[in-house]
């Protein structure tokens, strides 16, 4: 089991620009490893993963955000730019439950991600 802390999360206008942060405790080598996101009412969705040079980001925010990882710090960031209210949620890290490349692909789901941080809360104002 992965143990998973997040932090960065904010509050920011319209336009502006959050870092978030995971730390790893546990083994996440050669594991997808990333971000989703929250919004109630609506399922988790999955915003920017990634392994090794392989990234995957959702639609909506190609362009904007950027996804990065330290393997040596065993942890993950997201460079949220231009941020927008749409952006609005509870942002979770999260780490495959097994390791190659597939789970970095558009066809893996949230339920091939096995070890969650508590969240963190973006809140964009518009």
């Known amino acids: 089991q992965v143990k998973l802390v997040e932090s960065g999360g904010g509050s920011v206008p319209a336009g502006g620009s959050l870092r978030l942060s995971c730390a790893a405790v546990g083994d996440t080598l050669n594991k997808c490893m990333g971000w989703f996101r929250e919004v109630p009412g609506k399922e988790r969705e999955r915003v920017a993963v990634?392994?090794?040079?392989?990234?995957y980001y959702a639609d909506s925010v190609k362009g904007r955000f950027t996804i990065s990882r330290d393997n040596a710090k065993n942890t993950v960031y997201l460079q949220m730019n231009s941020l927008n209210f749409e952006d609005t949620a509870v942002y979770y890290c999260a780490v495959a439950k097994y390791g190659g490349i597939y789970y970095c692909t558009s066809s893996a789901s949230i339920w091939d991600f096995s070890d969650w941080g508590q969240g963190t809360q973006v809140t964009v104002s518009s």
């Open positions: 990634v392994r090794g040079d392989t990234t």
